[in-house]
């Protein structure tokens, strides 16, 4: 019955077309398309074709099984969605009723034809053709095997936020080393720089810092503070990491941590970091008290000594002389099996939105400097003031929504700025008594406990107004109005125009991607959004994984959210990598290239293009082979061998070339040949 | 060339980043026209000229090759590769008497759905405005599917 296909020209196919509901079933005949199948393929060696409403569904797969047992079928086709979504079901259907789970080919006709296609007629020809071509690919299959890769059992965390923290506690914990990397002097991230946290309003650094002190401490935890990472070779389970430790000119084995060294240093610089620039730090410092680790960084672009060569108070005062200035950046080199990035997020640039006025009127203030205004260790000791560091308001206007949901800025939703600027309203009330205003689009306050946080925010007397903020500005028309910041909006539930004369502005600014977040995602081998944050494998069901094989991703870095959030990440992506590293080993995708040798003519045109090394050329036999363990399947040397020589897994010659006639033999058909088009 | 003319075009897509930004315009429901019908490759750096070619003579009237952008390729640079070896080949369709702008090269990230979507419904559109490519007529079969038959052997 079988007319030619594959090496043996003896396969027996089945395919099998999914409804997908009505996600398939709705712009494409898939009946039809069945029935097609099992009448126009099986010169191709069709022998079965079915339609099912859910194929992916136990009795979708059975149905599958039940065939490859009763009509002996050698090759599976599914046309369904995509092969990123369901290939591994049904290849281990597959490999349940007995046959290689390689020779399995999925198409996708739900993501390439009935979502993006209106004309049914259209896309059910469409699904016929994509049909053909996987039927004619999947003849030319061959059995393979996973390749098993072992997992090093250390990870990497880049980032010591509250989510590389919780991640890399967790991995500790269980008993694997880790290597923890920020670039900043201490961990903490941007928790360690708020005061209150919502909706409980337990104090930020009373949860954080144990957590801090239990990293600094960890026996598996090798904490690398003031790092980067620079480059990152190999591939999961495998890879090696460079990291550069930058200069901190302070032997660490030699500090005790007291002090003494930013007591005395004569420089006074403004910490345009930690304090958001509303404080200051000496040249030599460590960011907060509670700095993990201990030991201070001298900032060499502002030590007197460094720009001058004269000072060297810090060397002369320290107690156990471990002021080094002779100190370079060190490269490190670990090797690690997994990668969490857990890089976080930087806030925007309060100066784009030019209408809230941020850098030219004194009491415009950002959400950071807010939190760094009202923490009890910040520049002012807590105390709600003005710009000038004594005033306190008497009406306080916060702005929900700076710079988000806004096309001119960013489209999305940060996520947190409602809860925050509640949060803000709460401790102004408290602690100034004064009136406060928040100016929302509409209030978010999705989670656990934070519709009830708001409401009592309303009851200690917030005036809450519907309205995006049209204009700050402290050009007074009315009378009330001078020496006062004011506040235009269209008050969207009153329906008019109102100017609300306050002393104190708060911007609730949306979180932005870090600066570096591309530079830093293409080091690691992975993508980010059109909006800059770092995609995950799938948004639903794989959300700390990425694209690549070991590299996740936890919190912010992913996307703006809270820190429950964020801390319930960091966990997941820690457990993720905790399976890995118990398996011991990875099985990935045999897509690998192989050389004939009898067929290599020793050109050497393959060798110059392996980014991996993979390729080894043998002088003595003039000859070219390929190392398994470094290739990555990419199939450049597949396609530049003019000698054929060599081949690869799973994208062979053989299979591109059957499935490309496959799509197109309908228009081969079509055509009034004057010669048969032989297919 | 009638109106009726229906261009058919085979894409070519990258594993990493443009088969999943076709993914992305599906999930996102982004349309665009079904002349096109995408075959995936681990890598851009994978395609072999002869693909391209394979498909014009099996009656593709264009062919999209689609990477991720410079830069950003999952097997670091192999997409410069697949830009190399696209620059040749248009220089050799010219030779063969065929329009080069039958094969184009874009890029589009994991992310670029729309934009995949939109490169793809101006291609089919400049296509059309070419008209028929009609290859399996214009030209004899026989000397293709002689070289076909050598890649396969791999005696090219």
Known sequence: MTQHNGHTGQERIGVYVCHCGSNIAGTIDVEAVALWAAEHLNHHGVVVARDYKFMCSSLGQELIEKDIKELGLTRVVVAACSPHLHEQTFRIACQRAGLNPYLCELVSIREQASWVHTDKKAATEKAKALITGGVERVAWHEPLEPLRVPIHPATLVVGGGIAGIQAALEIADAGFPVYLVEREPSIGGHMAQFDKTFPTMDCAACILTPRMVSVGTHPNITLLTWSEVTDVQGYVGNFTVTIRKKARYIKEDLCTGCGICQEKCPKKVIDEVFEA????????????????????VIDRENCTYFQKGTCRACEKLCPTEAIDFEQTDELLTVEVGNIILATGFDILDARRIGQYGYGRLANVFTSLEFERLSNAAGPTNGQIVLRDGVTQPQTVGIIHCAGSRDRNFNNYCSAICCMQSLKFAHLVRERTGATVYNFYIDIRTTAKAYDEFYQRVLEDGAILIRGRVAEVTDAARLPGEEGKLIIQVEDTLAGKQRRIPVDMVVLSVGLEPRHDAKEVAHRF?????????????????????????????????????????????????????????????????????????????GCRICNGLCPFNAIIFHEDRMVTEINPALCQGCGTCVAACPAGAISGTVFSNEQVLAQIEGLLLDVARRAPATEPVPV | MSDSFEPVLIGFTCNWCSYRAADLAGTARVKYPPNIRLLRLMCSGRLDPTFVLKALASGADGVLITGCHPGECHYLEQNYKALRRYLLLRRMLAQMGIEPERVKLVWASAAEGVKLAQEITDMVEEIRALGPLNWPQRHNGAALHADEKAVKEGTA
């Open chain 1, 277 to 296: 620039g509303l404080g200051y730090r000496k040249a030599v410092y460590t960011p907060f008290p509670q700095a993990v680790p201990k030991y201070p």
């Open chain 1, 525 to 601: 081998g992975i993508s980010c959004s059109a909006d800059g944050w770092i995609i995950e494998k799938h948004p639903k069901l794989d959300p700390v994984a990425t694209m690549t094989e070991g590299v996740f991703v936890a919190g912010c870095a992913q996307g703006p959210k809270d820190i429950p959030s964020t801390v319930a990440q960091g966990a997941a992506a820690a457990a993720r990598v905790l399976a890995r590293i118990q398996q011991k080993e990875i099985a990935l995708e045999p897509v690998r290239a192989s050389v004939d040798e009898s067929r290599c003519s």
